[in-house]
């Protein structure tokens, strides 16, 4: 039993900032790869940015510059700042995680429910 709850998403005019939130919950023995993707109307799902567990950090191209993923191990969370919203980053954004629930690594992959962020012109 492993739930991710995102808060932080809202409304913001273009050029703002929001942070996105992640707590992980539940059996949890460790966390490998926590993620951000996000789906916009009409598209497919996109990975946003990464961040493994020993904190190296990947990034799309369209984000690079303007988004920061980190991660505090103590609270199972994940962050996503991002700075210079533009329309185009309008979006739902789902946390993603590898969970380890135990010492023999039982493994699984886990998804939020989703926090809306809308970006206005």
């Known amino acids: 039993q492993v739930q991710l709850v995102e808060s932080g998403g809202g409304l913001v005019q273009a050029g703002g900032s929001l942070r996105l939130s992640c707590a992980a919950s539940?059996?949890?023995?460790?966390?490998?790869?926590m993620a951000w993707y996000r789906q916009a109307p009409g598209k497919q799902r996109e990975l946003v940015a990464s961040?493994?567990?020993?904190?190296?950090?990947n990034y799309a191209d369209s984000v690079k510059g303007r988004f920061t993923i980190s991660r505090d191990n103590a609270k199972n969370t994940v962050y996503l700042q991002m700075n210079s919203l533009k329309p185009d980053d309008t979006a739902v954004y789902y946390c993603n995680a590898d969970i380890n629930s135990s010492r023999w690594s039982t493994r699984g992959v886990y998804w939020g429910q989703g926090t809306q962020v809308t970006v206005s012109s």
């Open positions: 539940g059996r949890i023995f460790s966390i490998n790869t």
């Open positions: 961040v493994s567990s020993g904190g190296s950090t």
